[in-house]
């Protein structure tokens, strides 16, 4: 196992795709935070009071709906290169050769590019919060901001994991970053419209199908408050606590794919 978690902690800080990604979800969540901080106030969203103002710059928008959770693409991209490379370069059955336990492997590409990923969401959230300071007026971090900081980096974690996970799936790259990229930006929304106009036009409940999206629902779990959306219609939609065991399942359906393909495949 240290010999897996050697290897991947070489081949993830000695490629310039890691630093590309990081630097790009770091800088546009920056950016992000930067242009709420200055351009809006409090006042503007009547729902929000100051200390919900302060969460939605440090999550860089995430806490608030409408605008989509920038970094996890980022982190997802590389997820599926963590994998993808293997496969693209050809590297994989060198490193199979080398590391033959094919568990530990996946084990350690999981441990070290959790923990970049948590590195690089804990400088978004920190300097979020110097834009904060230093842009805001009066600008409040109350104890309601927890769950949804929490939250913010678990969306980004899980979107790393589904990207490696689909890598692992399809032995493709660009194949896993296209499904793991399309899926929560494009056919969700899709799917969220769709079913929650067929609900409210019906009144027949196909509308509470929306709450089984997963990305949808680990998004929805960021806002705060829960409410702020003001989600309305003829369905009901889960509390925080389903939304986020609705995304994590999603997640680990994905990531169990990946892994029962890479253990049982030849390489």
């Not at 899926?183 to 409940?205: D, F, H, K, R």
Request: with cysteine; aromatic share 12%; charged share 10%.
């Amino acid at each position: 196992m240290t010999g897996a978690l050697k290897y991947e902690w070489v081949r993830i800080r000695t490629i310039a795709s890691s630093y590309w990604m990081s630097g790009l979800a770091i800088g546009l969540s920056v950016g992000i935070a930067l242009l709420i901080a200055l351009f809006s106030s409090a006042d503007d969203v009547a729902e929000l009071n100051i200390g919900q103002f302060t969460s939605w710059v440090v999550t860089a928008g995430a806490s608030f709906a409408g605008i989509p959770v920038l970094a996890a693409a980022f982190f997802a991209t590389m997820g599926a290169m963590a994998m993808g490379h293997e496969y693209r370069y050809g590297t994989n059955k060198a490193t199979l050769t080398a590391l033959p336990d094919r568990v530990a492997v996946y084990v350690a590409k999981v441990v070290v590019l959790v923990s970049w990923v948590t590195a690089a969401v804990a400088t978004i959230l920190l300097l979020d919060l110097a834009v904060a300071w230093l842009f805001m007026r009066d600008p409040e971090l109350s104890s309601e901001a927890v769950r949804p900081i929490i939250n913010y980096w678990g969306y980004c974690v899980g979107f790393a994991l589904a990207g490696l996970g689909l890598a692992a799936f399809f032995r493709n790259q660009t194949g896993a970053i296209v499904a793991v990229l399309v899926w929560p930006y494009v056919i969700e929304p899709i799917l969220y419209v769709v079913l929650g106009t067929i609900g409210e036009a019906s009144n027949a409940g196909i509308g509470k199908l929306t709450n089984l999206l997963p990305s949808s629902a680990g998004r929805r779990s960021i806002f705060d408050p829960y409410e702020l959306a003001g989600f309305a219609g003829a369905f009901d939609v889960w509390g925080v606590g389903a939304s986020t065991l609705v995304f994590w399942v999603g997640i680990a359906i994905v990531t169990a794919a990946g892994v029962a393909s890479f253990i049982t495949r030849d390489a």
